[in-house]
């Protein structure tokens, strides 16, 4: 059993967890106390205790190591402790707001793979506290099973996605089309190899522990892959999609700080004692400005305002088409009150602006539940930051808490006010079907089409 | 706790109040060490003797195991006759059955993980567990009735909104649930709730995304419910008959009365009977063709030409089997073939989805899921070899049997925007030109 903790406790392969070694003798402490109490050797019902316990008698993971770079430690050696850290915190999100810009600057497939890079981490992350939970480091198989669903949970998401908006450049290679044709049966193939391989590693000792580490996988995966891909799809329907609502809520997150910290005093929610109401609000109200003009800005550009096509003349991605409605000026007459107040008739506005009120309002008022879940969980699990990848902030997890909901918000509002469905998707599917299906569904169309004065019935072009 | 435990035994269908108040009190004074020796002892005792009195007294006199034999014989007759008369009065009274099957298994996996959190009475979460079931669904029934009583929806202005704005009213209903939860996290219970809500993904996860996609092969066709289901329990009895009869070889640790011989003999005899049943099956109308909502009678139809997997075929029969046989070529329908996939899967897969949920049982120390049937114990007992079928049945037919839904295309297509529709129209035309199907000089046939 020792051995098992040791093993535990001991730093993963990445170097995110870094727990030093008396965090191992401070949860060995308990489970020392723990064994003396009970006589039963089954290590299935020590598990079983962790579980029904309540939160005050587990002991709290130490607070991870600082690591801080030496040149940013040297450089504000002079100062005290607590403006130290504000500085590092302060460092550390410039440096990360113009890596963002950075990769915009480099495009759309930049910017896939970075979403890739951090689900995949985001998953280490959330599945190293499960292993630090449960000391299941050495159980068989684990690491391999689990990260093997994360691979043939994306294999599914990306051949989904590839199959929709690659249409053309599938079309030629035939191993692709294979691939394609038969993408639900041989991703549910690797699913079921998996799920056999995990039936087949269960040990007598051990079953409990498997099927918690099963489910903490399976809802991890639910939660990180998921998100990540619905973050792609809003990329494809044009970049704006992604910048607004993920800066909104950055933006929501840094000003809700700025004014708690300046004027807040009524508690939020006991959940997250630093959060206010004066920031929320404040917040809210400087998230919609903010929205509003950063949609402003960005739907001037086509770059950011085109859906992501792959062209395959060019092999790359490109953005470049005639603006929709939604990016085309439009003059709107004021309602009498804000006329009063503006002093202006009508007011030139791109209706993207209007939906990135809708967009800002959620980033501001149900993001934080996303915070105020993940506080709940490092609550429960009693580690204070998911990792420790950036010095002054944490892990990534902690960076993308409020972002969980955000993209599927995102996702969920596109396909309900934006657009219809895909039409590369819908060309797809016509071209699988039977000939004989297809000429009625020409038929049906043609008619359909002439009806509407799409078609002229004289051309025979 | 020996209430609560003997409680769980007796009347798995008490209404929940009992329990909660008789719990209260034991969860409350909970410290390390009485949770110890809780998880510590025995095992849940042997449920208590559920069988009908009627059954009782009439086998008081044979000896308790050959009662036991009886009383599973009895209800397996009794569930399988249940079965036929469910499948002779409808696909929605199959419907309907489907659902309430999900909402007993997902009722009964919800009530182990309270079991085991000894979590009867924290806040709010049976409400919560409950409302994010119905929210699930809520989404999927309503992408179904989107699809399928499509001119029915269309037609109730009502429906037209609500399936318009579908997926942001589950949505949002989906999100209520989850700032709830969030509102309802109490401080010295973060774990515990943590738990519960996973518990709850992960049942909603398996019990109910299983249901729809048994009902999506429901619609497709009765036959494509019945012969999966069947071919699981075939093989489940046949497995048990040549293990009793026949087994000797252990097959795996976690179920210890498996054996390779029941596995084996088990596996012939299913694609045997998968055979059987499809040829008798695909004669009949009712159960080959795809269920239908008829606007005019506003009820349920099946009744349509068969599609070619349900017409007689003459195969050549190899040269191997001939010489065995006899018979140069047997006239067979093209779906039993695919049965015979569907029974493999069957026998070879499906009893992971049991060594599943043994492992489960094992590792949470019960001994059935609940004890709703006698001798057979819960709805989840009977049906966890089903779990994998449904999923693999749903892939199967839209890899292999048919493409996407035409009438649905079409639907999609109507609500593009002109300039993308006449794209479309236009590379339809050109590769339906490129197929030879239609040519320029005929374009307005």
Request: glycine content about 6%; overall charge neutral.
């Amino acid at each position: 059993m020792l051995e098992l903790r040791y093993r535990g406790s001991c730093p993963g392969p990445g170097e995110a967890v870094s727990p030093p070694p008396r965090e191992g003798e401070a949860a060995g402490g308990d489970h020392e106390t723990e064994s003396t109490s009970d006589k039963e050797t089954d290590i299935d019902d020590r598990y079983g205790d962790l579980d029904s316990r309540t939160d005050s008698d587990i002991p709290e993971i130490p607070a991870s190591s600082d690591r801080t770079p030496e040149i940013l430690k040297k450089a504000l050696s002079g100062l005290s402790s607590r403006w130290k850290n504000w500085w590092i915190r302060g460092i550390l999100t410039l440096t990360m707001i113009s890596l963002f810009f950075l990769i915009i600057y480099m495009g759309s497939f930049m910017l896939m793979l970075l979403v890739l890079g951090i689900q995949v981490k985001c998953f280490h992350e959330i599945i190293t506290i499960g292993y630090r939970v449960y000391h299941s480091y050495d159980l068989p198989w684990f690491r391999t099973l689990s990260w093997y669903f994360l691979l043939c949970v994306n294999y599914f998401f990306y051949g989904e996605t590839v199959a929709d908006y690659f249409a053309t450049f599938v079309q030629r290679e035939e191993q692709l089309q294979f691939l394609i044709r038969y993408h639900r049966f041989i991703s549910f193939a690797l699913y079921l190899a998996g799920f056999c391989m995990f039936v087949l590693s269960l040990v007598k000792k051990h079953y409990r522990l498997q099927f918690y580490m099963f489910a903490w996988t399976h809802v991890t995966l639910l939660i990180t892959v998921t998100q990540s891909h619905l973050v792609i799809q809003n990329l494809f329907e044009g970049m704006i999609w992604f910048l607004v609502p993920i800066s909104s809520v950055i933006c929501n997150d840094i000003t809700a700080y700025l004014f708690g910290f300046f004027f807040g005093r009524t508690p939020l929610i006991k959940l997250s004692p630093k959060k206010t109401w004066e920031g929320f609000i404040g917040g809210f109200f400087s998230t919609v400005v903010f929205g509003f003009i950063a949609a402003y800005v960005l739907s001037k550009y086509q770059y950011f305002v085109c859906p992501v096509e792959y062209r395959s003349d060019v092999n790359s991605f490109v953005t470049e088409c005639e603006p929709s409605e939604l990016f085309q000026l439009q003059t709107y007459s004021l309602p009498p009150f804000l006329k009063a107040v503006l002093r202006q008739e009508r007011v030139s506005l791109y209706p993207f602006q209007i939906h990135s009120i809708a967009l800002s309002t959620f980033a501001s008022l149900i993001g934080p539940f996303g915070g105020f879940f993940a506080s709940g969980f490092k609550r429960a699990f009693k580690i204070k930051d998911f990792a420790n990848t950036i010095p002054g902030h944490g892990g990534i997890m902690d960076r993308f808490d409020c972002q969980y909901l955000m993209a599927t918000f995102v996702h969920v509002y596109i396909t309900s006010f934006i657009r219809g469905p895909n039409p590369s998707k819908v060309l797809q599917q016509l071209l699988v079907l039977q000939p004989e299906q297809q000429l009625n569904i020409y038929k049906t169309l043609k008619t359909h089409l002439i009806e509407k004065g799409i078609l002229q019935p004289a051309l025979k072009v | 706790m020996t209430e609560l435990r003997q409680r769980v035994a007796h009347e798995p269908d008490a209404p929940p109040e009992d329990k909660e108040s008789e719990s209260e009190a034991k969860v409350d004074g909970e410290t390390a060490s009485d949770s110890e020796s809780r998880a510590e002892s025995a095992p849940l005792p042997v449920s208590a003797d559920d069988t009908p009195e009627v059954l009782n007294r009439a086998l008081s006199n044979l000896s308790s195991r050959w009662k036991n034999w009886w009383v599973r014989g009895i209800l397996t007759l009794a569930m399988i006759a249940f079965f036929f008369i469910i499948i002779y009065l409808g696909p929605m009274v199959l419907m309907i059955i489907v659902m309430c099957v999900q909402i007993k298994c997902f009722h009964e996996i919800i009530t182990i993980g309270y079991n085991v959190y000894h979590s009867y009475d924290l806040p709010w979460f049976r409400t919560l567990s409950w409302y994010f079931l119905l929210c699930v669904n809520y989404f999927f029934y309503g992408e179904t009735v989107t699809d399928y009583f499509f001119t029915l929806v269309q037609r109730e202005e009502p429906l037209r909104i609500l399936s318009k704005y579908h997926r942001f009213i589950s949505f949002t209903l989906y999100l209520i649930g989850f700032c709830m939860f969030v509102l309802s996290l109490v401080k010295k219970h973060y774990r515990l709730q943590f738990y519960m809500f996973g518990w709850t993904h992960v049942t909603l996860l398996i019990v109910v995304t299983q249901s729809h996609l048994v009902i999506h092969n429901l619609f497709e066709g009765m036959i494509w419910f019945i012969v999966p289901i069947s071919c699981v329990i075939c093989n489940d009895i046949m497995a048990y008959m040549f293990g009793f009869f026949f087994g000797r070889t252990p097959l795996i640790k976690l179920s210890p009365k498996k054996t390779w011989e029941g596995f084996i003999g088990g596996f012939f005899a299913t694609v045997v009977f998968g055979l059987l049943l499809s040829y008798v099956m695909s004669g009949y109308r009712c159960f080959v063709c795809p269920v239908e909502y008829n606007n005019d009678t506003n009820s349920f139809t099946v009744d349509c030409e068969p599609s070619d997997l349900f017409r007689l075929q003459e195969y050549n029969i190899p040269g191997v089997i001939q010489s065995v046989i006899g018979w140069k070529t047997v006239r067979m329908y093209p779906f039993q073939i695919h049965s015979i996939a569907l029974s493999t899967f069957a026998s070879l897969i499906g009893p992971f989805g049991g060594f599943f949920a043994s492992g489960f049982k094992r590792a949470f120390k019960i001994k059935d899921f609940a004890n709703t049937i006698p001798g057979h114990g819960g709805i989840m007992d009977r049906f966890d070899c089903q779990y994998l079928m449904a999923t693999f049945v749903n892939v199967y037919i839209a890899s292999f049997i048919r493409g996407p839904n035409p009438s649905k295309l079409i639907q999609q297509f109507l609500t593009l925007r002109p300039d993308q529709q006449l794209h479309i129209f236009n590379t339809l035309r050109s590769h339906l030109i490129d197929k030879g199907m239609l040519t320029s000089a005929t374009e307005d046939e």
